[in-house]
C-alpha cells in the first residue's frame, strides 16, 4: 500500500460510512499536528535525530499526517449498529465469533463479518512462521518484567493532552477506572504472546477483536456525543497514528538498543519485531506504519513525536496522571500483594521518569510523578532480581535441552500474571459523554 492508496482510504472513510464521519473534514490539518519547523512538539531534546531532519523526510511526514486522520472503519461500522442491536448484543457477537466462528452467531450482520474477516485475512507481509517464535521470547518479558513496568508505559500515553483527551472524556479519571485500563492493557499484551495466543481462535486473537470495539465505541461517542471534542484541533479520535507507539512500544525499545549498537537484528530480535508487527495488524494499522528495520521503526516513532504537537493540559493529562499513579492494581489488599504493589509503583515511576522523560524528575513532578529516594532505593534493591531473573531465564532458553521446561515456566507463570490482573472488561461508561447532538441511540453502557 501506498501513501497515495493511504490517503485514499482516509477520503473514503466519509462514503464509507457517513453515519460517523460525514461532518468531518479530511482535507482540514489539526491543530494537533506540528509541521511548522519552528512549532513545539513532543520530539524529546536528548535524541541523536534532530527535528529538522525528520521534518526533512517529507514522506515520513506525510505518512503521519495521513495516520492521523485515518479511523478503523471496519470495526466503526459495526459500532455503528449500536441504535439496532445494543451494545451487550454487539459484545456478544464478537466473543461468539471470536470463539466459536461466525457461523455460530445467529443472524450475523455484515458488519461484523466484515470485521472479523478482515481480521482473518493475514496479509503477505506478515511472516506467521516468526510469529510464535517471536511470542515465545516476549513471554519472558511479559512473565517477568512487564508486571513491574505496566503502569510507567501507561503514563506515557497521557503526556500529551492531543492523544490523551480519548481517555479523559470516556470516564477513565477515577483510580478503579484507571487501575481497570491498566490491567486490562497488560493482560491483552499477556494473552498476544501465550503459546497460539494469535491463532484464529486464540484468547488473544479476541482480545485484540475487543479492544478494537472499545476503540471504536470511544470513537463513536467521542464524534457522536461528546461536546468536548474539536475536530479543528484533535482531529479523529484514536487515529492509527496514537495506536502505533503502544502497538510498537516494545519494538521501539529494542529497536532503538539495536541502532545503539550499530548492529541488524538477531533472528530472534527479528522474530520478535514480527510479533509485534502482527499484534498491531489484528489492532488494524496499516503495514506503512509497521516497517521491519530497526532504523525505520526508531525513525516513525521518533516522527510521530516530531509532528505531534507539545501539549500538557492538567484538567486531561494531570487528571489521567494522578488517577493511574494513585490506582492500586493488586487484586487484594493482602500483605504479599500491598509489597508487590510498593515495588511495581516504584519500579513503574523510576520507569516512565528514564524511558519517556530522560531522567527529568522536575518535570515528572509538574506532571504529578514523584519520584523519591524511596523509589530510586526499592528499584536498587528489587531491580537486580526482576531484570537478573529475567536474564537468567532468557541464558536458559539459550540451552536447547532445557528450552521445553524453561518455556512451560514461564507460561505458567504468565498464565498466574493474567488471572492477578482479573478478567478484562474492556468497557467505557457512556453516560460520562454530554450529548453534542441527542442521538436516539444513547446507551446507559458501552464497550
Same mark, same amino acid.
Given at each position: 500500500?501506498?501513501?497515495?492508496?493511504?490517503?485514499?482510504?482516509?477520503?473514503?472513510?466519509?462514503?464509507?460510512?457517513?453515519?460517523?464521519?460525514?461532518?468531518?473534514?479530511?482535507?482540514?490539518? +489539526?491543530?494537533?499536528?506540528?509541521?511548522?519547523?519552528?512549532?513545539?512538539?513532543?520530539? +524529546?531534546?536528548?535524541?541523536?535525530? @534532530?527535528?529538522?531532519?525528520?521534518?526533512?523526510?517529507?514522506?515520513?511526514?506525510?505518512?503521519?499526517?495521513?495516520?492521523?486522520?485515518?479511523?478503523?472503519?471496519?470495526?466503526?461500522?459495526?459500532?455503528?449498529?449500536? +441504535?439496532?442491536?445494543?451494545?451487550?448484543?454487539?459484545?456478544?457477537?464478537?466473543?461468539?465469533?471470536?470463539?466459536?466462528?461466525?457461523?455460530?452467531?445467529?443472524?450475523?450482520?455484515? *458488519?461484523?463479518?466484515?470485521?472479523?474477516?478482515?481480521?482473518?485475512? %493475514?496479509?503477505?507481509?506478515?511472516?506467521?512462521?516468526?510469529?510464535?517464535?517471536?511470542?515465545?521470547?516476549?513471554?519472558?518479558?511479559?512473565?517477568?518484567?512487564?508486571?513491574?513496568?505496566?503502569?510507567?508505559?501507561?503514563?506515557?500515553?497521557?503526556? !500529551? *493532552?492531543?492523544?490523551?483527551?480519548?481517555?479523559?472524556?470516556?470516564? =477513565?479519571?477515577?483510580?478503579?477506572?484507571?487501575?481497570?485500563?491498566?490491567?486490562? %492493557?497488560?493482560?491483552?499484551? $499477556?494473552?498476544?504472546?501465550?503459546?497460539?495466543?494469535?491463532?484464529?481462535?486464540?484468547?488473544?486473537?479476541?482480545?485484540?477483536?475487543?479492544?478494537?470495539?472499545?476503540?471504536?465505541?470511544?470513537?463513536?461517542?467521542?464524534?457522536?456525543? @461528546? %461536546?468536548?471534542?474539536?475536530?479543528?484541533?484533535?482531529?479523529?479520535?484514536?487515529?492509527?497514528?496514537?495506536?502505533?507507539?503502544?502497538?510498537?512500544?516494545?519494538?521501539?525499545?529494542?529497536?532503538?538498543?539495536?541502532?545503539?549498537?550499530?548492529?541488524?537484528?538477531?533472528?530472534?530480535?527479528?522474530?520478535?519485531?514480527?510479533? =509485534?508487527?502482527?499484534?498491531?495488524?489484528?489492532?488494524?494499522?496499516?503495514?506503512?506504519?509497521?516497517?521491519?528495520?530497526?532504523?525505520?521503526?526508531?525513525?516513525?516513532?521518533?516522527?510521530?513525536?516530531?509532528?505531534?504537537?507539545?501539549?500538557?493540559?492538567?484538567?486531561?493529562?494531570?487528571?489521567?496522571?494522578?488517577?493511574?499513579?494513585?490506582?492500586?492494581?493488586?487484586?487484594?489488599? @493482602?500483605?504479599?500483594?500491598?509489597?508487590?504493589?510498593?515495588? *511495581?509503583?516504584?519500579?513503574?515511576?523510576?520507569?516512565?521518569?528514564?524511558?519517556?522523560? !530522560?531522567?527529568?524528575?522536575?518535570?515528572?513532578?509538574?506532571?504529578?510523578?514523584?519520584?523519591?529516594?524511596?523509589?530510586?532505593?526499592?528499584?536498587?534493591?528489587?531491580?537486580?532480581?526482576?531484570?537478573?531473573?529475567?536474564?537468567?531465564?532468557?541464558?536458559?532458553?539459550?540451552?536447547?535441552?532445557?528450552?521445553?521446561?524453561?518455556? $512451560?515456566?514461564?507460561?505458567?507463570?504468565?498464565?498466574?500474571?493474567?488471572?492477578?490482573?482479573?478478567?478484562?472488561?474492556?468497557?467505557?461508561?457512556?453516560?460520562?459523554?454530554?450529548?453534542?447532538?441527542? +442521538?436516539?441511540?444513547?446507551?446507559?453502557?458501552?464497550?
Amino acid at each position: 500500500m501506498s501513501i497515495a492508496t493511504l490517503q485514499a482510504r482516509v477520503r473514503h472513510q466519509r462514503d464509507e460510512l457517513p453515519v460517523l464521519y460525514g461532518d468531518v473534514d479530511f482535507d482540514l490539518v +489539526p491543530e494537533r499536528l506540528a509541521l511548522g519547523r519552528d512549532d513545539e512538539s513532543d520530539l +524529546p531534546d536528548h535524541v541523536k535525530v @534532530s527535528r529538522a531532519e525528520l521534518l526533512a523526510d517529507t514522506e515520513l511526514v506525510e505518512l503521519m499526517t495521513t495516520a492521523t486522520m485515518l479511523g478503523d472503519v471496519v470495526c466503526d461500522a459495526y459500532v455503528c449498529l449500536l +441504535p439496532e442491536l445494543g451494545m451487550q448484543r454487539l459484545i456478544e457477537m464478537v466473543r461468539t465469533a471470536c470463539r466459536e466462528g461466525l457461523e455460530a452467531v445467529d443472524d450475523a450482520p455484515d *458488519e461484523l463479518v466484515a470485521f472479523i474477516e478482515a481480521m482473518e485475512a %493475514t496479509p503477505d507481509w506478515i511472516d506467521r512462521d516468526l510469529v510464535e517464535r517471536g511470542a515465545r521470547a516476549e513471554r519472558v518479558g511479559a512473565a517477568l518484567v512487564a508486571p513491574f513496568a505496566i503502569r510507567g508505559a501507561f503514563l506515557a500515553t497521557f503526556i !500529551n *493532552e492531543y492523544a490523551a483527551l480519548p481517555m479523559a472524556i470516556t470516564g =477513565s479519571l477515577s483510580d478503579k477506572r484507571a487501575a481497570q485500563r491498566v490491567n486490562e %492493557t497488560a493482560s491483552f499484551f $499477556a494473552t498476544t504472546v501465550l503459546p497460539g495466543g494469535m491463532e484464529r481462535n486464540g484468547p488473544g486473537f479476541e482480545a485484540a477483536a475487543m479492544v478494537r470495539l472499545m476503540h471504536s465505541m470511544v470513537r463513536y461517542n467521542a464524534l457522536r456525543r @461528546s %461536546t468536548r471534542w474539536d475536530q479543528g484541533r484533535f482531529g479523529i479520535p484514536i487515529p492509527q497514528v496514537d495506536q502505533m507507539p503502544a502497538g510498537l512500544i516494545g519494538a521501539f525499545l529494542l529497536s532503538a538498543e539495536v541502532v545503539r549498537a550499530n548492529r541488524d537484528f538477531t533472528e530472534e530480535e527479528r522474530a520478535q519485531i514480527e510479533t =509485534s508487527r502482527y499484534r498491531c495488524f489484528l489492532l488494524g494499522l496499516p503495514e506503512e506504519l509497521l516497517p521491519t528495520d530497526p532504523e525505520g521503526l526508531v525513525r516513525v516513532f521518533l516522527a510521530r513525536a516530531a509532528t505531534l504537537r507539545k501539549g500538557f493540559d492538567d484538567d486531561t493529562c494531570g487528571a489521567l496522571v494522578r488517577a493511574t499513579m494513585a490506582a492500586y492494581l493488586r487484586p487484594d489488599r @493482602s500483605l504479599p500483594n500491598r509489597i508487590g504493589e510498593l515495588i *511495581e509503583r516504584s519500579f513503574s515511576t523510576t520507569f516512565f521518569v528514564k524511558a519517556f522523560l !530522560n531522567g527529568d524528575k522536575d518535570r515528572a513532578a509538574e506532571m504529578g510523578v514523584e519520584l523519591t529516594p524511596a523509589d530510586l532505593a526499592i528499584v536498587a534493591l528489587a531491580g537486580p532480581f526482576i531484570i537478573g531473573r529475567a536474564k537468567a531465564i532468557q541464558l536458559l532458553r539459550q540451552v536447547a535441552p532445557l528450552r521445553p521446561p524453561v518455556d $512451560a515456566y514461564v507460561t505458567w507463570l504468565l498464565r498466574q500474571r493474567l488471572r492477578s490482573y482479573g478478567h478484562p472488561e474492556f468497557k467505557t461508561d457512556a453516560s460520562t459523554y454530554r450529548h453534542a447532538k441527542p +442521538p436516539a441511540e444513547t446507551e446507559p453502557v458501552a464497550v
